[in-house]
């Protein structure tokens, strides 16, 4: 069935899921416009990682996301965004007029060269053109690679260059609460670095002026008085690359995660009809950034996909007080609401004086991404928020797998408290040993693997996809490896513990330890650093960083300000998400005598605790651990 809308509707599809996988997302696929219909629908191999999906079907997904609802849907609206400034106009695009504005820009795309499988690297403030320009993409069969724009300019020419796009869309400024970020001084300090660039088309998000280099910089309103409306779609092909995005991971620089057109297209719908019990008339809001997987999945392609109506925010939950939220859910009728849990963090601790001014009671399902969520977190949520009413879906999934993998469905699925509770259909999720040994039956704890092939699942780290392979499909032979640690309950209940590996997760941001260890190092006075997390009552993790100096090279006059350049450094390297939450300066990281730094005795230091070690005979110098536990950073 395309809906599930009861426990005994979970329980068959999810076991034809299981049985007969390929006849179960054949069903599903079967709802979308298929310009010619797949030969199979599933080919793999988990060894030499390899995964085609709708084996060659061709269809366009904005076709889907957008045409398909011309006929029924037109005027109903497809995208209300909420600016960051309350005093500036909310803006309405319905389904009609997202298909002109999409078709539109996709012929300025055309007009400055792009073609079928050229990367367009977009660094946008969270606009309508943003969605309008990822999907113009998708409409030209350019493969979109979407930068966050918290990132710093060195993070945003990596990921230009690796991607090797060739025009850049941003904007002069972006508007976040009380600031503006200045996006496109940003991107001329990148641009300096990205010879492959021929073009930066910008749009005038507010009158700032800024400047533009000739024959390289264009203004996107004048680009749009050049070109018609209409635009035909390109016919691609199922495992065409549909986007790029970055991410982190435990080792090297972060790696483009590519996902293709067929199977994304039909696994975002399915889920975001089914996790969320999505009906007709319901006003949906994801407050996540189109910087991030849940943007695209859930602001853009699953909501459109589905006809829905998607709410876009382009500002912060506190500006200009904690109530923004909960005034933009009364006053759009808001009944799905999808946060994440920093978020929730952050507002609970503004007090309810900014909650209890709303009515809320548009409300009907929530959800939470990107981290644990505590308890204290999810009980203030359901019973404030939800007004105990709502039921919460704890979605857990990855950037990698496209889609929402392991969750409750809302009202179908009984929920439990910070569990993601049961996997969707069409996952099968096992856990691990260190072995390698599945962990059978209930109350057990192991490495979260996946076993079986789902639609939006990473096709393969963009332009290496050894490293793919590596990453995901080579810890464990046969698996695709999440690195999250995972609890299996005694009731069968999923409940994820976190990271495994050297990432941390900051606010819902994924982080590599190397990564920012690579930033901190690039300080001349930096002889060697190592970071960890650490648990924080508001982002869920902290960066706590170690850094050993050269006492030579420093060239200021305290410790503070040797912190502070650190933290510029790391600010400089690859965005404010990444800055170091505490530094300390140490003398000497432990090390193990085959020079290994033992992370695990930091994490605890971090967090804190300043006994049970675990093994410590294998340390080279035990006393450098005395020293890092008395000059330990409480808070700061
Ligand atoms: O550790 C898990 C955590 O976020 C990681 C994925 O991060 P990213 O690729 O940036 O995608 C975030 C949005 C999908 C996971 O490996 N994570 C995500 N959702 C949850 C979660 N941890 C616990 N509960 C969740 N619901």
């Known amino acids: 069935m395309n809906k599930m809308n009861n426990l005994e509707d979970y329980a068959i599809d999810y076991r034809k899921s299981v049985t007969e996988p390929e006849k179960f997302w054949a069903y599903q696929a079967e709802r979308f416009v298929w310009r010619k219909k797949w030969d199979t629908v599933l080919e793999y191999d988990f060894e030499d990682y390899n995964v085609e999906w709708y084996k060659n079907g061709k269809l366009n997904i904005t076709e889907n996301c957008l045409d398909r609802h011309l006929l029924n849907r037109s005027d109903k609206t497809a995208i209300h965004w909420v600016p960051n400034d309350p005093k500036e106009q909310d803006r309405i695009f319905t389904y009609k007029q997202l298909h002109e504005e999409v078709s539109r820009f996709a012929n300025v795309l055309k007009n400055n060269g792009v073609q079928k499988g050229d990367r367009v690297c977009l660094y946008m403030p969270m606009v309508p053109e943003l969605a309008i320009a990822v999907l113009a993409c998708a409409r030209i069969g350019a493969i979109h690679s979407v930068v966050f724009g918290g990132f710093s300019a060195d993070a945003l020419a990596g990921r230009i260059n690796d991607a090797e796009a060739k025009i850049l869309l941003t904007a002069n400024f972006g508007p976040r609460g009380s600031k503006k970020i200045g996006l496109k001084n940003i991107a001329?300090?990148?641009?300096?670095?990205?010879?492959?660039?021929?073009?930066?088309?910008?749009?005038?998000?507010?009158?700032?002026?800024?400047?533009?280099?000739?024959?390289?910089?264009?203004?996107?309103?004048?680009?749009?008085?050049?070109?018609?409306?209409?635009?035909?779609p390109e016919i691609m092909d199922s495992e065409d690359p549909l986007f790029i995005l970055y991410t982190s991971g435990s080792t090297g620089k972060p790696k483009g995660v590519v996902h293709t057109t067929g199977g994304y297209m039909v696994y975002t719908a399915y889920t975001f009809r089914n996790v969320f019990q999505y009906q007709e008339d319901d006003i949906y809001w994801c407050t996540a950034d189109i910087g991030w997987i849940t943007g695209h999945s859930y602001i853009v392609y699953g909501p459109l996909l589905e006809g829905a109506t998607s709410v876009m925010f382009e500002g912060v939950p506190t500006f200009p007080d904690a109530g923004r939220f909960w005034r933009i859910i009364d006053r759009l009728g808001v009944n799905t609401f999808y946060t994440a849990p920093t978020a929730i963090r952050a507002l609970m601790a503004q007090g309810l004086e900014y909650v209890e001014l709303y009515k809320l009671d548009s409300l009907k399902v929530l959800g939470t991404v990107g981290e644990p969520i505590n308890r204290e977190a999810w009980d203030w949520y359901h019973h404030h928020i939800g007004k105990n009413q709502c039921p919460i879906v704890d979605t857990w999934w990855q950037t990698e797998t496209g889609g929402i993998m392991i969750s409750p469905i809302a009202g179908v699925l009984p929920t439990k408290p910070t569990y993601a509770t049961l996997p969707l259909p069409g996952i099968q999720p096992v856990l691990l040993d260190s072995e390698g040994n599945e962990l059978k039956g209930n109350g057990v704890e192991g490495n979260l693997c996946i076993k079986f092939p789902w639609p939006s699942m990473i096709r393969t780290t963009w332009g290496d996809h050894e490293r793919c392979k590596n990453t995901y499909f080579s810890t464990y032979k046969g698996y695709y490896f999440t690195g999250d640690g995972c609890r299996r309950d005694e009731d069968g209940y999923y409940r994820i513990m976190g990271r495994v590996d050297d990432v941390i997760n900051v606010s819902g941001h994924r982080l590599g330890t190397a990564e920012v260890e690579n930033a901190i190092n690039m300080h001349e006075a930096v002889v060697e650093s190592a970071v960890v997390g650490y648990p924080h009552d508001i982002k869920g993790q902290g960066i706590y960083a170690y850094v050993v100096c050269d006492a030579a090279k420093m060239e200021v006059s305290t410790m503070d300000d040797l912190k502070a350049e650190i933290a510029a450094t790391v600010n400089e390297k690859i965005g404010p998400i990444a800055r170091p939450d505490k530094i300390q300066i140490v003398r000497g990281l432990p090390k193990t005598r085959s020079g290994k730094i033992m992370r695990r005795i930091l994490r605890k230091i971090a967090a804190g605790e300043t006994s049970n070690f675990g093994d410590t005979s294998t340390l080279l110098d035990p006393s450098i651990v005395e020293a890092i536990k008395e000059g330990v950073v409480r808070d700061q």
């Open 188 to 232: 001329d300090e990148a641009l300096e670095n990205c010879p492959g660039i021929e073009t930066a088309i910008v749009l005038q998000r507010t009158d700032d002026a800024v400047e533009m280099k000739a024959g390289r910089d264009k203004w996107w309103h004048e680009e749009l008085e050049k070109v018609e409306t209409f635009c035909e």
